[in-house]
């Protein structure tokens, strides 16, 4: 059975760094062609994808956000951290990690609400 | 960055058929896009129904389908159920990342 969990700060202030951590069970992130992501949900909005690690540590970004993330992997723990700078609060927003496997953005974590205020 | 598009709202009779279409800012979708469909209900994490275009999870009804159509990928529901009620999004690759659509408000009446 194939879990994910996102952990982090609830609540962070302006123009500080974010730091999230998708600590998952079910499956390797050695695995050929096994990657994790991140992606947002403003309140009332729409998903935004937001970054991907691979097995193989190949990583992809936002265009948009490419400045202003990294994303990491500790395999032997099975987590993956995204850490996201200079936070404002149109950063807001439900963060979910998931799996990608064969395609597909396979299982998903329930996600964590993270508040950017002063 | 390429924009993704979805109908922002469909509604649909219990019973009937509705399309929900995913459209590219650069151009057609095709199945080099590796497009995906997602469901996602009020105060859920979002689920996967469709990946690469129409391929189903075990999870998925089999009420609903995937393709390609005139340009854009397609989501049909055949048989709509009251729990189908729901935000959909359609999800694209771009080889370097991937982009949400908006998602479509799909209302069962």
């Known amino acids: 059975q194939i879990t994910l969990k996102e952990s982090g700060p609830t609540l962070v202030k302006p123009t500080q760094t974010l730091t999230l951590t998708c600590t998952f069970s079910?499956?390797?992130?050695?695995?050929?062609?096994?990657?994790v992501g991140w992606i947002r949900q403003p309140p009332g909005k729409a998903l935004e994808w937001l970054a991907l690690?691979?097995?193989?540590?190949?990583?992809r970004y936002s265009p948009s956000l490419k400045s202003r993330l990294t994303i990491t992997k500790d395999t032997s723990k099975n987590q993956v951290v995204l850490t996201m700078t200079n936070m404002d609060p149109v950063d807001t927003a439900t963060y979910y990690c998931?799996?990608?496997?064969?395609?597909?953005?396979?299982?998903w974590g329930q996600g964590t609400l993270v508040t950017v205020s002063s | 960055q390429a924009v993704v598009t979805q109908e922002p709202s469909l509604t649909v009779s219990p019973g009937g058929t509705v399309t929900l279409t995913c459209g590219s800012s650069?151009?057609?979708?095709?199945?080099?896009?590796?497009p995906s469909w997602f469901q996602q209900k009020p105060g859920q994490a979002p689920r996967t129904l469709i990946y690469?275009?129409?391929n189903k999870h075990s999870w998925t009804p089999a009420r609903f389908s995937g393709s390609l159509l005139g340009g854009k990928a397609a989501l049909t529901l055949s048989g709509a159920q009251p729990e189908d009620e729901a935000e959909y999004y359609c999800?694209?690759?771009?080889?370097?990342?991937?982009?949400f659509g908006g998602g479509t408000k799909l209302t069962v009446l």
């Open positions: 998931a799996q990608k496997t064969s395609g597909s953005y396979y299982g």
């Open positions: 079910g499956f390797s992130l050695s695995a050929s062609g096994v990657g």
């Open positions: 690690i691979y097995w193989d540590d190949d990583k």
């Open positions: 650069t151009g057609a979708v095709t199945s080099g896009h590796y």
């Open positions: 690469a275009t129409s």
């Open positions: 999800l694209v690759s771009y080889s370097v990342a991937w982009v």
